[in-house]
């Protein structure tokens, strides 16, 4: 069985809940009456951001004016303030957030109220950073948030716990803000449950109500059992329920050609309009064979495929050139493969020669690496990609993949006011 196969058939099996992310909760009776909802996880990488990406878009049908912040950001971008007419500093996830769901009741300079940049955490020791001031701007960011707002969505930094050594971590700043906590693990049963119960433990240490869980990247073989069983557990021994349970789709975990150029710090020397285009990681190849074989290699593997060979190799990196070239004039098929040719700083370079014959080529992609392919091949295997606005294809396959499988009407119940 196929994994749009699978994914179909758990949609289909969830269907009350996909009815849950369609139909708007009576909106004159929510406004006004829902605490803000905080969003943490349970460790990096467990998909965070991107559930906050569906809680946005299933609130936004819900209510007129959905609030954001960011209360304590580490990554940070520049961006320009409408009210104060300059440029500040934003946590990145801020932008994609503001962007994507056009969050023009609101401006930048509420939204991110405290960023963490390297060094801030010695100055904070060494009390060059005042608490009372970081408490201050949190809160006032958030009261501006607030007012302008039917309900606010706040998104932590991490786990609970991050923050602690500069006293603002995400269970005590949800606490100040009177804010329901919503957190976020990985797919599994054993190994979820405790890092679940090491942040739900830290939330019961500042009074913080968790409104739920939800699980991401479930394996879809055993979506049933896990929703089952972790369902169960936390009703059984927290009361908390179970508000999404997230099947896994390995495209929003591949990185696109824009994803590896931040990595190496490059540009794609040729091939630009296809930076959004992504890779499975499990498809790179790297290239030790002769130039026959590389190229009886590209005519028959998936075309979308991610090459790596050495700077050296000019008969690979030409064979390229002429393989794209020769499948253009034939159109055989759609040529989707991308190289990336390696070799390490001041000790390779590709020759002037073989880099001006890329001049024109604007339909195959190729970078140049100044790392071994050895480095280059362990550093995307180790890479895990980041949801951002300029990638607008995976952000909209993020949202309307997580969006159905949320409980939006019992996320409402559980961070009413009356509850």
Do not use: W
């Amino acid at each position: 069985m196929t994994l749009n196969i699978t994914l179909r058939t758990l949609r289909s099996s969830s269907s009350n809940v996909r009815a849950l992310s369609t139909t708007s909760t009576n909106v004159k009776s929510s406004i006004q009456k829902s605490r803000p909802i905080f969003v943490a996880a349970t460790k990096q990488h467990v998909g965070k951001t991107t559930t906050s990406l569906a809680l946005m878009s299933g609130l936004q049908k819900r209510f007129p004016k959905v609030g954001f912040i960011k209360p304590v950001g580490q990554q940070h971008v520049t961006v320009y303030s409408q009210t104060l007419g300059k440029e500040i500093q934003v946590d990145k996830d801020i932008c994609l957030l503001k962007e994507q769901f056009h969050l023009d009741h609101i401006d930048y300079r509420h939204m991110s109220p405290v960023i963490i940049p390297r060094g801030y955490t010695k100055k904070y020791i060494d009390g060059k950073v005042s608490y009372d001031e970081q408490i201050h701007d949190i809160e006032t960011s958030f009261a501006e948030v607030a007012k302008a707002s039917d309900v606010v969505l706040i998104e932590g930094t991490g786990h609970c716990a991050v923050g602690s050594v500069v006293n603002v971590n995400n269970a005590k700043v949800a606490s100040i803000l009177g804010a329901s906590m919503v957190l976020i693990a990985n797919g599994g049963l054993g190994s979820a449950f405790d890092e679940l119960e090491l942040n739900r433990v830290l939330c019961e240490k500042y009074d913080v109500p968790i409104a739920g869980v939800v699980i991401n990247k479930v394996i879809p073989d055993k979506y049933d059992q896990t929703k089952h069983y972790m369902a169960k557990a936390l009703l059984d021994q927290h009361n908390i329920p179970l508000l999404g349970c997230i099947p896994d789709r390995p495209f929003l975990g591949c990185p696109a050609l824009a994803d590896l150029e931040n990595l190496f710090h490059t540009e794609l020397i040729c091939g630009e309009i296809h930076r959004f285009r992504h890779y499975n990681v499990k498809d790179i190849n790297l290239i030790t064979t002769s130039l026959t074989r590389f190229l009886e290699n590209i005519r028959s593997k998936h075309p979308r495929t991610l090459y790596i060979c050495h700077v050296t190799r000019d008969d690979i990196i030409l064979g390229f050139m002429s393989e794209f070239q020769r499948n253009r004039r034939e159109n055989e098929r759609p040529f989707e493969a991308a190289l990336l040719v390696c070799g390490r700083k001041e000790k390779y370079v590709m020759a002037d020669e073989v880099r001006d014959m890329f001049e024109g080529m604007h339909g195959a992609p190729v970078m140049l690496v100044e790392y071994s392919t050895h480095q280059a091949m362990q550093m995307i295997h180790d890479f895990t990609p980041k949801l951002n606005i300029d990638d607008k294809n995976r952000v909209r396959k993020a949202v309307e993949h997580y969006e159905p499988f949320i409980d939006f009407d019992e996320l409402l119940r559980r961070t009413s006011m009356d509850s």
